[in-house]
């Protein structure tokens, strides 16, 4: 049986899986959810590809069958990747300080690759507990600052300046909201220290919304 | 091959027990368990999964106001409202403190044109309002407390 | 019920009837009707004549009936009944009372219909214990037909029956096609007898002495699709269950109508069970299955009941269980309650639930007509598509065909529920534009109403605006305009109602249905209805429209069943037809319907106030109070809108503003 995978043609053998093809050729389809033979549940639908007749699938349960064809990176499917991390984002307790992937996982991964930001420096960073600059009256800007510097000033013994501009996801500021409010840190404060690196003055405004006003409580 | 259908299904299992005693008792579970092989954590699964089955037992009678399409836009989301307010109930809670109603939330009934529906025990109120609701509740309420009553004087021990 | 004591239809007629469990024979059904065909006897035949004479019209020659489905129950037929037995009792005449199924007319509800040979079958509408006295003293005493909603026939033996329409001239009926519907609201769906003196069974008895390829033609020919929302050619699906090499197959009867609004399966199962069932056995000797379930949803039990008394009585008489009918076919069905979640009506949710799990779908493929109920090829089938098997299986494909449009033939049942004068079920011809049935038929809005919107196929559906009504409802044009044709439900939207809140009312369903095993679906409904309560609560911007948006494209793209994949299509249509309504909620911070609690203010109407101070007394945070010309007036700041003094006051002085 035959398939065409980005163009390219390639013989298939019945009952497999358009991702075991796909990485029999060395062409990555990112998964979550899938564990071979243990979860192919087929729940996180990071894996879509785009068939010939432009559904999208995901690739690590369907079975091929002769002349199909699969594009594995369009538009289309980045696009939809990229929602979905968001989504699973907005679901995810930010706390990976205390995973034992210490913020170097999959996730983490999938969502620079696909400019979903929305992880704060302190996903990264080495203190937890009593020794976050937080729960020791600091200011520290890392539940509001974009990660991917692996905490470096925190490693160095210093609080987050906010270099690489905010974080502008509102669960992950209502999130950092809470950390400050329980440590008695001044939200005045945080948004003062915020001015050094907040590059404009939208996203400024948009952070001190999210951070000063009060939201309505739910139901 | 029908036996198959018939015996191995864990739901029909459940929906005795609870037609049984009302809702589904930890104790009853354990032994379902075990009656069948079958993990605790699967039961408990399919137990919690679908809306019919209660984990707590439930009060004398239950109101379930429908939630479905007509009724939602006939009202009975504010005739929710206040059934909460009426019946004091809490938050975290769908009994009454002082037992008697348990309040949920219903998908329709299949009546809806007579929009919007609550259900009082067994007896569907149609065309519902706060107000009606209000005279339908205390007459329930009055028919448990004298039946009570009576059986309180007259059977001595209960 | 007491007739089981009588000699019926169903029984042997003498002791040379050879028709038994142990000995059946083909045509044991047409028998009851035209025979006996085993033996020669005038007297068994005037026998058979007579049963069937006293089963249509009593065995006093009247009959009276009562709707009595959970509806006319609901409504109260169950005194209606008591009622009309002693207005009987009292007025020495003797007549059948029968508790039938439902004619669909809601609106009238609990309805009953005096039945005779030669009379006009007045129907009487909106009956209640307290009138049915009159009613059937007009008519026994008097001989008149007064007051009835309408007759059958005019016959010119009764007085009145020019005052009373013919039910077939009244609109809400001539522009309905009664083809699956024929018998509800006139047989009793409780007996077996009923429905084979109807022509019940005669599907059933015609397609045994075809070969089961022949039944899948026939159905292909009538050109029948899947009633339960997607519109799947039936006889492709049986087509292929039929290919498959298994030994064991299966029929589902999918009865887990969950679409809130709809209950067209409901009536039609309740009215008439037998016709259901017929089709699961029709269907399950065209792919060969030897098992079918009924699966029937848990809010409704007199249907499952009513659907059991079925199975019980086709057993009984050998319609079901070994060897049908002599033909050698055997196929013995067994009805299941599910235990509640909307999302077993998926199909394969539908099978896991079947088999003791968990209701969460799986990727298809493979399709339940490949790898279904513990992994053999099954065909899961609606009711409504069911009932259409077995009478298009007693009148043939042309009389089906007939009707309908050039891609979707038959007839269809709707649901019409909202904010229309007569609510009900009705069939139509598919094709049928939305203006016959909203307008005709239902009868339009309520004085001083407009209508909006219909919200077509519930949550999965999508609402169409006032001037799309002209569309004929079938598959693809609804799909078309951002509509389903669904299951059949209807909801009319008028301008009470605030499309954000519909949209916002139907998220909060599927995020509570959603049965959480994939992430667009359950973070995304969840994400959806965070937004449009944001919305509603005005406190949202222009983004949160195009992140609506957004997530609802992926959601349609991404999700593992359809749940998820059309749970945004009530968002994304009014967003495509009612945009304005949105605007004004995020912009003006203004619901213009009025409905939005947080966008809305309360304010005492001085020419009604009667300065009773109830609405003070009942304000739970005191934001009334008296000002010094005796009048009362809210503190707008104080006030939290919780609508209790709408409520209490006597006079509606307290107005939304
Ligand atoms: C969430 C969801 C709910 C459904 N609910 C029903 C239902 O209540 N009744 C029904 O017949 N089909 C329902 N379906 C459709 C079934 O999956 C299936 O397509 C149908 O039963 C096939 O029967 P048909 O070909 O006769 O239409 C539902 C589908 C989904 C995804
Ligand atoms: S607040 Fe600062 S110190 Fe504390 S965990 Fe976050 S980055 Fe680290
Ligand atoms: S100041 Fe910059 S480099 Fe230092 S921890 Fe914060 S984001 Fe990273
Ligand atoms: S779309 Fe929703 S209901 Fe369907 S599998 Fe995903 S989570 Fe479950
Ligand atoms: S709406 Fe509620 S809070 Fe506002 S005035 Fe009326 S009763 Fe008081
Ligand atoms: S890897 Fe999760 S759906 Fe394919
Ligand atoms: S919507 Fe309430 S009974 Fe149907
Ligand atoms: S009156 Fe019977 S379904 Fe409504």
Redesign the interface.
């Given at each position: 049986m035959k398939v065409r995978i980005n163009g390219l043609e390639v013989e298939a053998r019945e009952g497999e899986r358009i991702l075991d093809v796909a990485n029999r050729l060395g062409i990555r389809i990112p998964t979550l959810c899938y564990l071979k033979n243990v979860y192919e549940g087929a729940s996180c639908r990071i894996c879509v590809v785009e068939l010939g007749n432009g559904k999208l699938i995901p690739a690590c349960a369907y079975e091929v069958s002769d002349g199909l064809t699969i594009s594995t990176d369009t538009p289309r499917i980045r696009e939809s990747r990229r929602v979905t991390l968001e989504l699973l984002l907005s679901a995810h307790r930010i706390t990976c300080q205390n995973c034992p992937k210490k913020g170097e996982c999959t996730l983490v991964e999938l969502c620079s690759e696909y400019g979903v930001e929305g992880i704060p420096v302190c996903a990264e960073c080495p203190l937890h507990g009593e020794d976050c600059f937080i729960a020791r009256s600091e200011i520290c800007l890392g539940p509001i600052t974009a990660s991917g510097c692996k905490a470096e000033c925190i490693r160095d013994g210093r609080t987050c300046e906010g270099c690489r501009g905010p974080v502008t996801r509102r669960d992950v500021i209502e999130w950092a909201r809470g950390i400050y409010i329980e440590h008695g840190i001044s939200l005045e404060a945080v948004l003062e220290k915020l001015k050094t690196y907040c590059a404009s003055s939208r996203e400024f405004d948009l952070i001190r919304e999210y951070l000063v006003v009060k939201e309505v409580v739910e139901g | 091959?029908?036996g198959?259908?018939?015996s191995?299904?864990?739901?029909?299992s459940?929906?005795r027990i609870q037609e049984k005693q009302g809702f589904l008792p930890r104790d009853s579970l354990i032994k379902l368990s075990r009656d069948t092989r079958s993990p605790l954590s699967r039961i408990f699964?399919?137990a919690t999964?679908?809306?019919?089955?209660r984990l707590e037992p439930p009060g004398k009678v239950t109101i379930a106001v429908?939630?479905?399409?007509?009724?939602?836009?006939?009202g009975n989301a504010?005739n929710y409202?206040?059934l909460r307010?009426f019946l004091g109930i809490r938050p975290d809670r769908s009994t009454s403190d002082d037992g008697l109603f348990s309040l949920e939330k219903?998908?329709?009934?299949?009546?809806?044109?007579?929009?919007p529906?609550v259900k009082i025990g067994d007896m569907?109120v149609?065309k519902a309002?706060?107000?009606e609701l209000q005279k339908a509740i205390s007459r329930v309420r009055e028919s448990i407390l004298r039946e009570e009553a009576a059986r309180g004087a007259g059977g001595g021990k209960t | 019920m007491m007739r089981q004591e009588y000699w019926t239809l169903m029984d042997p007629c003498c002791d040379y009837c050879l028709h038994s469990r142990d000995n059946p024979c083909a045509k044991y059904v047409v028998c009851r009707m035209r025979g006996p065909f085993c033996h020669r006897s005038v007297e068994c035949r005037e026998k058979r004549q007579r049963r069937i004479r006293e089963v249509l019209y009593g065995s006093q020659g009247v009959r009276i009936n009562i709707g009595a489905s959970?509806?006319g129950?609901?409504?109260g037929a169950e005194r209606v009944l008591e009622a009309v037995k002693d207005g009987l009792r009292s007025m020495g005449v003797e007549a059948e009372v029968s508790a039938v199924g439902c004619l669909g007319l809601?609106?009238m509800?609990p309805f009953i219909e005096i039945q005779s040979e030669d009379g006009p079958s007045p129907i009487y509408g909106y009956v209640s214990p307290e009138n049915v006295g009159d009613i059937l003293a007009r008519y026994f005493e008097e001989g008149s037909v007064d007051g009835a909603f309408a007759i059958r026939k005019r016959t010119g033996r009764f007085k009145d029956e020019d005052k009373v329409p013919l039910l077939d001239e009244l609109d809400v009926w001539r522009k309905q096609v009664k083809w699956v519907s024929r018998n509800c609201g006139v047989i009793n769906p409780e007996s077996i007898e009923e429905y084979i003196v109807t022509g019940g069974y005669e599907g059933l008895s015609r397609a045994l002495t075809m070969r089961p390829e022949e039944v899948i033609e026939e159905i292909r020919l009538a050109g029948l699709r899947g009633r339960g929302g997607a519109g799947f050619p039936t006889w492709l699906k049986w087509k292929i269950c039929r290919e498959q090499p298994s030994e064991?197959k299966y029929v589902i009867c999918n009865a887990d109508?969950?679409?809130?609004?709809?209950?067209m399966n409901?009536?039609l199962a309740e009215s008439d069970p037998h016709r259901v069932l017929e089709g699961i056995i029709i269907a399950g000797y065209a792919i060969g299955a030897?098992?079918g379930?009924i699966f029937v949803r848990?809010?409704?039990p007199l249907m499952a009941a009513r659907l059991e008394k079925a199975v019980e009585d086709a057993r009984r008489w050998g319609l079901l269980g070994e060897n049908i009918l002599g033909s050698g076919f055997s196929f013995?069905v067994?009805v299941?309650?599910?235990?509640?979640?909307?999302v077993c009506g998926e199909e394969t949710a539908m099978i896991a639930?079947?088999?003791?799990?968990?209701?969460m779908p799986r990727q298809r493929p493979p399709y339940p007509a490949s790898k279904g109920l513990?992994d053999k090829p099954t065909v899961v089938n609606n009711v409504e598509t069911l009932a259409h098997v077995a009478t298009i299986m007693a009148h043939g494909w042309r009389e089906f065909a007939k009707y309908g449009t050039e891609r979707s033939k038959g007839t269809k049942m709707f649901?019409v529920?909202?904010?229309v004068k007569r609510?009900?079920a009705f069939e139509v011809p598919i094709g049928t534009t939305i203006r016959t049935l909203v307008y005709d038929i239902a009868g339009g809005p309520h004085e001083g109403r407009r209508i909006k919107a219909v919200?077509i196929g519930?949550?999965s559906g999508g609402c169409l605006p006032e001037r799309l009504f002209d569309l004929p409802i079938d598959y693809e044009s609804l799909q078309e305009a951002g509509a389903i044709m669904g299951s059949g439900?209807l909801?009319v939207?008028d301008d009470t109602?605030c499309m954000v809140d519909?949209a916002r009312?139907?998220t909060s369903?599927t995020l509570a249905e959603s049965?959480g095993k994939c992430i667009p679906c359950r973070v995304g409904t969840k994400a959806l209805y965070d937004r449009l309560s944001a919305i509603v609560e005005g406190m949202s911007s222009q983004e949160d429209l195009q992140l609506l948006e957004e997530i609802g494209i992926m959601m349609k793209e991404a999700a593992l069943c359809a749940l998820g994949g059309t749970a945004p299509n009530p968002i994304l249509s009014s967003l495509r037809y009612f945009r304005d309504e949105y605007e004004a909620h995020i912009l003006e911070k203004r619901c213009p319907a009025k409905v939005c609690r947080k966008l809305v203010s309360y304010a005492i109407n001085r020419e009604l106030c009667v300065k009773c101070g109830l609405c003070a007394k009942s304000c739970?945070v005191g934001a009334i109070a008296k000002t010094a010309d005796g009048y009362f007036m809210i503190d707008e700041s104080r006030c939290i809108r919780?609508?209790t003094c709408v409520?209490t006051c006597p006079r509606g002085a307290v107005e939304k503003r």
């Open positions: - | 091959m029908s198959k259908i018939c191995g299904n864990l739901i029909e459940l929906q699964g399919v999964f679908y809306h019919q089955f429908c939630m479905g399409t007509a009724c939602h836009l006939r504010e409202e206040f307010r219903a998908r329709c009934f299949g009546c809806c044109s007579l929009a529906v569907l149609g309002t706060p107000r | 959970s509806c129950l609901a409504a809601c609106f509800e064991e109508e969950g679409d809130p609004g709809a209950f409901r009536l030897s098992q379930v848990a809010e409704k013995d067994r299941m309650r599910s235990a509640g979640a909307f639930a079947i088999e003791g799990r968990r209701a513990w649901c529920t909202g904010g609510t009900g919200q519930g949550p439900g909801v939207i109602n519909v009312y139907f369903f049965c739970p919780c609508g409520i």
